[in-house]
């Protein structure tokens, strides 16, 4: 495989894992404040959180991680098709140019 492929896909890993991590946190975080706030399990209702408060920040973080994950999808996508381009490209056949007469 291409390096260009490999670090694109070894960055997509990373920003998955980033992604769950972080999905992880913010749910045991509101499963904490759950337990604090009954009412916001009931009517299914996610608290935002004031800013500077821990919710926030871990929503905060989380929202962080998806973008970063879908600017590095983006890329992942874009290495895959200049390699698909490339070996295209490299497998066509050779055009000999003949000079005019």
């Known amino acids: 495989m291409n390096p260009d492929a490999i670090a694109a896909r070894r ?6 894992r980033a992604y ?13 404040a759950a337990v604090l706030v009954p009412e916001l ?11 500077g408060s821990r919710i926030r ?3 905060d973080s989380r ?10 999808r983006d890329k992942h996508h874009r290495a895959m098709l200049r390699l698909t381009t490339r070996r295209h490209v490299s497998d066509a056949p050779e055009i000999a140019v003949l000079p005019r007469p």
Not at 11 to 16: K, N, T
Not at 43 to 49: D, K, Q, S, V
């Open 63 to 72: 929202d962080h991680s998806v973008e970063l994950l879908e600017v590095v």
């Open 57 to 59: 920040r871990l929503q």
């Open 20 to 32: 769950l991590e972080a999905e992880a946190v913010l749910e045991d975080a509101l499963a904490d």
């Open 11 to 16: 960055a997509l890993i990373r920003a998955y």
């Open 41 to 51: 399990r009931q009517h299914h209702l996610r608290p935002i959180g004031a800013p």
